[in-house]
């Protein structure tokens, strides 16, 4: 299925901004982190489709999957 | 010891009083709300001669603790028409808190059309007349007195808004760098305006350090305090790096960042105003991404943004502010935004209220959405020149859609709703509602716990929870803000359990007591009382605690949802 993956903050350094990728059908949120080498301690917030996701949650065919560090502002 | 100054302009006398018991363990915004609660009518006009405009550091302003010194600065506003506090940094908060000076109170207004400056000094106040700098914006006044004073001296001024009393006037405080930062919110700077004075000096020449009761048990407190800032990732690592801005991105994603006069959650040109983008500009032009806006902070959220040439544009470039030009008015060019900053700062205008203006300006027709270089020239010429449409844009959002018939216009007692859409991002909308200050999200700023992940989680979507969320974060920003700490410090404070105590162990060593967890907790409560009490007597009611009508029939995308607390669901907050 296609999911395409956004990152952000420092996220993006050696990696990229928006990419799509071609994923087998169980692929979890915490799978699409563990592909880009990203550590769940490092994880601040996920969204899937604009929605705040458990790492565990499933994704779907066309879903858009957001990977933030932990910030703020204010 | 600490001392009051008071300043009474009616007759331009000053006085130097000792500090009321019940004074004593205050600071910050406990003091300044209790101050305003004592000493003003709530019914009096907020421009009139029973107003008071008040100033005072934090309880722990002028010490050696990390991100200590702000202001609070406190009056019955001429924006929301209730009491207001606004905090900013600057040099002046630990200027005061070392010369003693517990609060600064200024009352009465002159009979006469002219205006007066202050000057403070460890003695007391020296009142005199102003003509030359009357009609200069703020970057001109801090240079001159500089030029006159020397590079130390401390500087509370008001641009041309405040001297013409508009509502989003705000008062700007030199920072280290001479540049500004600002009691933004609620109108303070047209109060100050209708007392008829321009500017403050602060020389501290002569003021000793502050005395700590227990050195040994601050300085263990301080060092406890200060890692758990550095080590939490937002305020050690996040702030730093992207500022404010890095939420752009994240509230985009989230369907929360009110774009066009709040009619959509998303912008297509979301990522040429954020962080990420602000950040690699700032970089590439030699600015430089960190910097704070007081001796002593560690976090240092703030920035100095170039332009093309490398030359200074702004500083203090924050989130709020990029996306009210930017989402709200569709602006999609960080540099036109900058340039609006630094005008923003000169003429004297909260940077919020102002940018949540243009949105409604724009639906009125006043200019179109997306004109960047329309919103430099309405703020130069028009709000900078005080001509008649300038008094309407400078009334803020309120005073737009009012004079323009808008009917999307996006205010809480008429103060201008921040950054966050509170359809989208409940228990923000909580806060709006029920804050006494009027839209306010630095109140109860539930977006750690909504959409960051900090202390813990809550749905942003569903409306379960979000009324105590904001309750709790209202009550302790209350006591926080009584302290003298900028708000960031929360981020840690929700995540790291020592963070809190050492805080608390500051206070306690400072002054020689035995606060617990629960007096602070109590301090936050009576200052959220004694506020509300304010504003009852004003003649505010449970029905001002409401969102304007648009947001419950008109849903927001991505998420297509609408505000749908009910009265009482909201009335429930005041429960404690
Ligand atoms: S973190 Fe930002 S707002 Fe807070 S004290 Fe530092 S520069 Fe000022």
Redesign the interface.
């Known amino acids: 299925m296609k999911i395409l993956v956004?990152l952000?903050?420092?996220f993006?350094q050696g990696r990229f901004?928006v990419q799509e990728f071609e994923l087998s059908v169980t692929t979890t949120c915490a799978e699409v982190a563990a592909m880009l080498k990203i550590a769940e301690a490092e994880l601040?917030?996920v969204?899937v489709n604009?929605?705040?996701a458990q790492l565990a949650q499933p994704l779907r065919e066309g879903d858009t999957i957001?990977l933030?560090?932990?910030?703020?502002?204010? | 010891m600490d001392k009051i100054f008071r300043v009474n302009m009616t007759d331009l006398t000053s006085s130097v009083e000792e500090v009321p018991a019940n004074w004593a363990g205050l600071g910050g915004r406990a003091l300044t709300s209790t101050i305003v609660a004592e000493e003003v009518v709530p019914t009096c006009h907020p421009l009139g001669p029973n107003n008071k405009l008040v100033f005072a550091p934090g309880l722990l302003s002028g010490t050696p603790a990390a991100n200590s010194g702000r202001m609070s600065c406190g009056a019955k506003s001429p924006l929301t028409g209730t009491i207001k506090e606004s905090n900013a940094g600057g040099t002046s908060a630990q200027q005061f808190a070392k010369m003693g000076i517990k609060a600064l109170i200024i009352e009465g207004q002159p009979k006469n059309d002219k205006f007066y400056s202050l000057h403070l000094t460890v003695d007391g106040v020296k009142i005199a007349e102003e003509s030359e700098l009357i009609g200069k914006g703020n970057f001109a006044v801090i240079e001159a007195l500089e030029a006159k004073h020397d590079k130390k001296i401390g500087v509370i001024t008001i641009g041309q808004a405040g001297e013409a009393k508009m509502a989003a006037a705000n008062i700007s405080v030199k920072d280290p760098d001479s540049k500004i930062r600002s009691h933004g919110r609620g109108g303070m700077g047209a109060v100050m305006g209708s007392k008829k004075i321009k500017y403050i000096t602060i020389d501290s020449t002569g003021a000793g350090a502050i005395t700590i009761a227990d050195p040994e048990k601050f300085k263990v407190a301080a060092r406890t305090f200060a890692k758990a800032l550095l080590d939490h990732p937002v305020a050690g690592e996040g702030l730093p790096t992207y500022g404010t801005n890095v939420l752009v991105n994240i509230l985009n994603e989230a369907g929360g960042l009110p774009t066009r006069n709040f009619t959509y959650g998303q912008f297509k040109a979301h990522d040429n105003i954020s962080g990420e983008t602000m950040h690699d500009t700032i970089v590439e032009r030699g600015g430089k991404t960190k910097h704070g806006c007081h001796a002593g902070c560690i976090i240092q959220c703030s920035q100095v943004y170039n332009d093309k040439d490398g030359k200074y544009v702004t500083s203090g470039f924050e989130y709020e502010t990029i996306w009210g030009l930017g989402a709200n008015c569709c602006i999609e060019t960080l540099d036109d935004i900058a340039e609006a900053d630094n005008i923003m700062d000169d003429i004297g205008v909260d940077s919020i209220e102002t940018a949540v203006m243009f949105g409604v300006a724009m639906e009125a027709g006043i200019l179109p959405f997306g004109d960047g270089k329309g919103v430099i020239r309405l703020l130069k010429e028009e709000i900078g020149k005080v001509t008649p449409l300038g008094r309407i844009l400078g009334g803020g959002a309120g005073s737009v859609g009012k004079t323009y018939g808008v009917t999307r216009v996006p205010v809480v007692k008429n103060q201008g709703i921040p950054a966050y859409d509170p359809r989208s991002v409940k228990g923000i909308g909580i806060t709006y509602a029920t804050s006494t200050m009027g839209a306010d999200h630095t109140a109860g700023y539930t977006i750690a716990t909504n959409i960051l992940n900090v202390g813990g989680f809550v749905d942003p979507l569903q409306k379960e929870g979000q009324v105590e969320l904001s309750r709790n974060l209202q009550i302790a920003t209350a006591a926080v803000d009584s302290t003298g700490m900028c708000i960031f410090i929360a981020f840690p404070a929700l995540d790291i359990p020592e963070c809190l105590p050492a805080l608390i162990d500051m206070i306690n060593a400072r002054f020689g007591i035995e606060l617990t967890g629960d007096d602070v907790t109590d301090l936050g409560k009576n200052i959220l009382k004694t506020e509300r009490g304010f504003n009852l007597a004003a003649g505010f009611t449970n029905k001002d605690d409401r969102l304007p009508e648009f947001f419950n029939v008109d849903p927001v995308p991505p998420h297509n949802v609408v505000w749908d607390f009910t009265d009482e669901e909201i009335d429930e907050f005041w429960n404690f």
């Open positions: 956004k952000f903050a420092n993006r901004k601040g917030v969204l604009g929605r705040h957001s933030f560090p932990l910030v703020g502002g204010g």
